[in-house]
Nanobody, 116 residues
Framework: QVQLVESGGGLVQPGGSLRLSCAASGSILNFYHMGWYRQAPGKQREFVAAIISGEYINYADSVRGRFTISRDNAKNTVYLQMNSLKPEDTAVYYC??????????WGEGTLVTVSS
């Protein structure tokens, strides 16, 4: 059973930066899709960013130009660098990974709070 563990969340002022990490218990080369989603209080979970087939990258319009997703295959870790954070970025951020077999995995989430 694959486990995904997020870290790096916390409280940051508007305009600040955070880097989230998602460490997998196995090789991330097994996943054709790895991404980040978020869920703000009272809202549905939404897509943030993803790496597909190890090379194609996609971002939600709301974060494009401010967030950067990357992966380190040797460390079995995916990162989300978040810059120019806004209060509306406040949410629990979840890591997601999909295998070509259809198996899907989620982490427990890490809370990001953007507030002065």
């Amino acid at each position: 059973q694959v486990q995904l563990v997020e870290s790096g969340g916390g409280l940051v002022q508007p305009g600040g930066s955070l880097r989230l990490s998602c460490a997998a218990s196995g090789s991330i080369l097994n996943f054709y899709h790895m991404g980040w989603y978020r869920q703000a209080p009272g809202k549905q979970r939404e897509f943030v960013a993803a790496i597909i087939s190890g090379e194609y990258i996609n971002y939600a319009d709301s974060v494009r130009g401010r967030f950067t997703i990357s992966r380190d295959n040797a460390k079995n870790t995916v990162y989300l660098q978040m810059n120019s954070l806004k209060p509306e970025d406040t949410a629990v951020y979840y890591c997601n990974a999909d295998e070509s077999s259809g198996m899907e995995y989620w982490g427990e989430g890490t809370l990001v709070t953007v507030s002065s």
